[in-house]
């Protein structure tokens, strides 16, 4: 499955565009736009957080993206435990 989101700094100052799991960070200037490529197993969905001065893009389990900006490391997101996985203490 491949999906694109196209994030767009519309406020009056920069803003801090993350990728997740991936750990890439950006600044957004002002009226600047960046587009994300995602590639991954069907069934994945994009996730963004919007908080005050930055954005968070993350992608979903088995995904890769391509930012157009850092070399594609080609790094798929790994499957993590669910809360149910985790043992008590």
Do not use: C, Y
Not at 12 to 36: C, K, M, N, T, Y
Not at 61 to 71: A, F, I, K, Q, R
């Amino acid at each position: 499955m491949k999906s694109a989101v196209r994030v767009a700094n519309a406020s009056g100052s920069p803003l801090r565009l993350r990728i997740e799991p991936w750990g890439r960070e950006f600044d957004l200037a002002e009226g600047a736009a960046q587009v994300l490529d995602f590639a991954g197993p069907d069934g994945g969905m994009i996730e963004v957080e919007v908080r005050p001065g930055e954005i968070t893009v993350f992608g979903w389990v088995g995904s890769t993206v391509d930012d157009h900006v850092s070399p594609n490391v080609g790094s798929a997101v790994p499957r993590t435990p669910g809360l149910g996985d985790i043992p008590a203490r």
